[in-house]
């Protein structure tokens, strides 16, 4: 028999929700390159305002998906659960058959 403890899945719940937008996971994908980028980079590509890019930022943040480096006045940021990228090809190759 199967005991389900309520708070069992609460963090990774809480990773699959912020993944859970298209700009979220695009930013995501662009952080797979290994690479550290500004929030700039991401305002532009995308075309929307900076606070809303910096809510997105936030999600991914406080669901320790990323984590950021603040440097004067920029902040930088990459990927510190890169092993999502793996569920996400995952899904991609299963979309793809």
């Known amino acids: 028999m199967l005991i389900y403890e309520k708070d069992c899945c609460k963090k990774e719940a809480e990773v699959f929700k912020a993944l859970g937008h298209p ?11 290994g690479m550290e ?4 980079e991401f305002v532009n590509a995308v075309g929307v305002k900076f606070a809303t890019v910096s809510q997105h930022l936030t999600i991914l943040k406080n669901a320790g998906i990323i984590i950021d480096d603040k440097r004067g006045k920029q902040v930088y940021y990459r990927l510190s659960c890169p092993c999502i990228l793996n569920t996400i090809e995952c899904i ?5 058959e």
Do not use: G
């Open 37 to 40: 980028h500004c929030v700039c």
């Open 92 to 96: 991609n190759k299963k979309q793809a």
């Open 23 to 33: 700009i979220r996971l695009w930013i995501v994908k662009q952080l797979a390159d």
